[in-house]
T-cell receptor, first 117, second 112 residues
Framework: DAGVIQSPRHEVTEMGQEVTLRCKPISGHDYLFWYRQTMMRGLELLIY????????DSGMPEDRFSAKMPNASFSTLKIQPSEPRDSAVYFC???????????????FGEGSRLTVL | DAKTTQPTSMDCAEGRAANLPCNHSTISGNEYVYWYRQIHSQGPQYIIH???NNETNEMASLIITEDRKSSTLILPHATLRDTAVYYC?????????????FGTGTRLQVFP
């Protein structure tokens, strides 16, 4: 099992440029989450999908951020235009709902470290 | 959404049990308690979760008080590799709107 795969692992870009982060969830998982982590704000949930449908995007900071999940095996998080304050580690996680009411274990990728100059 | 309160940091000697407390006094009847940890610069790692009963797996034990207002994560024999930030999370939302909101967690330092 390859786990959750994120790319790129590191990205350095200049302010104003478009950034696209990619995530391949674990096969068969029906939930996908995007988190952002900074020293100041900790781990923040940006958006999550269930069966490729966005369920809650209340954590998306502003219109510059958008996320898509065109199919069960791929998701993107796009920032356009990027700003220095977007510098963070972006994590993708996937999960499979277990029986009953419990959300299953979230499996996190290794993260994409973004630096906007 | 139920909030959690954890100590900012804790120390534990290698080989001893690490007991990490979490207060979640506003938890509602159908909300689960989850524990994750994050080792430096890695993605968070699931440890365990529970609703009412105590739970145990190969990594840890979770003790939930009878009134469910608090819980304790127990690492029975801490090792240096258990040094990490430990997050106690109460699942937010209704049945079909799951999300896990991470707080600031407890930074556990295991020393030789």
């Amino acid at each position: 099992d390859a786990g959750v795969i994120q790319s790129p692992r590191h990205e350095v870009t200049e302010m104003g440029q478009e950034v696209t982060l990619r995530c391949k969830p674990i096969s068969g998982h029906d939930y996908l989450f995007w988190y952002r982590q900074t020293m100041m704000r900790g781990l923040e949930l940006l958006i999550y999908f269930n069966n490729n449908v966005p369920i809650d995007d209340s954590g998306m900071p502003e219109d510059r951020f958008s996320a898509k999940m065109p199919n069960a095996s791929f998701s993107t998080l796009k920032i356009q235009p990027s700003e220095p304050r977007d510098s963070a580690v972006y994590f993708c996680a996937s999960s499979l709902r277990t029986s009953g009411r419990a959300l299953g274990e979230l499996f996190f990728g290794e993260g994409s470290r973004l630096t906007v100059l | 959404d139920a909030k959690t309160t954890q100590p900012t940091s804790m120390d534990c000697a290698e080989g001893r049990a690490a007991n990490l407390p979490c207060n979640h006094s506003t938890i509602s009847g159908n909300e689960y308690v989850y524990w994750y940890r994050q080792i430096h610069s890695q993605g968070p790692q699931y440890i365990i979760h529970g609703l009412k009963n105590n739970e145990t797996n190969e990594m840890a034990s979770l003790i939930i008080t009878e009134d469910r207002k608090s819980s304790t994560l127990i690492l029975p024999h801490a090792t240096l590799r258990d040094t990490a930030v430990y997050y106690c999370i109460v699942r937010s939302g209704s049945y079909n709107t799951d999300k896990l909101i991470f707080g600031t967690g407890t930074r556990l330092q295991v020393f030789p």
